[in-house]
Structure formats: structure tokens, C-alpha cells
């Protein structure tokens, strides 16, 4: 059996770096409290922190397009206040923007496999551990079967129609999805061929 996969994700590694980033600033903050003296020493420390996202801008860009983060958004700042679960605004945002991706990619996957049936496999996803300790999904797959019934050219149709159904059925398909599609397509042709050949040799023999 030939089997591709579904894919639906994007590049979380900045955020990755964003949340540890916010961390580290959660401990430095929690010092500085404990010990007034570590402020200072801990202000130098932090204003390094906010430069480098500046000089990895372009990366951050790529970020904001997924999930709207900027680079106000990168440091958390001792006077900031925190809500019930000690969140800062700025992680408050994170976690907002990975339930939404998370909801994303499960709608997308699930969509592969409710349509694909038979053929496809269960999702499966990567995940992305918030600053709320929790774990969002942020990219998945789905396999497909994409073979051709042996012998029975008719089956074969029937099949890649469902494969094509199943690789666009979220409502944004991804490139891959749209690969996927293009490949049931080529197969289904070469399956109406082979039906028409074989109609036709049988037309031929009855003569």
C-alpha cells in the first residue's frame, strides 16, 4: 500500500524562543524582588534579552504572519501584572494565539480523515508546550492510501475521488494538500484509460 501524508503546520521554533525568552524574564523578575540588589545587575541582562529579537527580525516576522506576535510582545517587564494562573499580558497572548493555532490544525487534520474514511489514517500531531505549562497542537498529518486497486480500474476511480475529496476538505488546503489532489487526479485519468482500454478489447473479442 502507498501512503502519503496530509501536512498542516508552520515554524513554531521563534515562539519556542519567545517563551523561554519570557521565562528567563519571570526569574529575573522573582530575583530582583527577593533581593533588590539583583535589579540592577539583572536590568543589563534584560535590555540584551530585547536586542536580540531586533537583530532576528526577520525570523519574528515570519512568526507574526502565524500567530500576530511582535516585537512588543517579546519581554516581560517587572511592573507588568499577572492574572490568576501568574501569566504576564504579553503570555497571556502566546497562549491565546496557540489555542487558535491548536484549534487550526485539529479542524484541518480531522478534516482529512472524516472525508478520507477507509483510506486515511488517524491524525497525528506535534505539539508546542505554552508558558501555562500545556501542550497545543501545532502541525499535523494525516496518511493516505494512494494506490491503485490492482486489477480493477473501475475500484480505482471510485478511490481517487475520495482521495481528491479528502485533500480538500479543510477549507484552506495546504500545498501538500493540493499535491495530493493533483496525484488522485493523474491517477484517476490513467484509471479511465485502462477501463476504456479494456472495454474496448472486450467489445473487440464479442465481434
Known sequence: MDAIDFGQGADWTAVAAL???RQRDVADRVAAQADPGVAER???????????????????????????????????????????????APEQAVVKELRARDAEVRRHEQAHAAVGGQYAGAPTYSYQTGPDGRQY???????????????????TISKMEVVKSAALAPAEPSAADRQVAALADALRAQAVADLAAARSQNVDMRL
Do not use: M, N, Y
Not at 536586542?51 to 517587572?78: C, N, Q, Y
Not at 497542537?137 to 475500484?155: F, H, L, R
Open 19 to 21: 517563551i523561554q525568552q
Open 42 to 88: 539583572a536590568g543589563s541582562a534584560r535590555a540584551d534579552v530585547v536586542r536580540a529579537p531586533e537583530r532576528g527580525a526577520s525570523a519574528r516576522g515570519a512568526v507574526s504572519g502565524e500567530a500576530g506576535l511582535g516585537a512588543g510582545d517579546a519581554v516581560a517587564r517587572p511592573d507588568e501584572e499577572t492574572d490568576a494562573s501568574g501569566l504576564t
Open 137 to 155: 497542537a501545532v502541525g499535523g498529518a494525516v496518511s493516505i492510501d494512494v494506490s491503485p486497486v490492482d486489477g480493477d480500474p473501475g475500484a
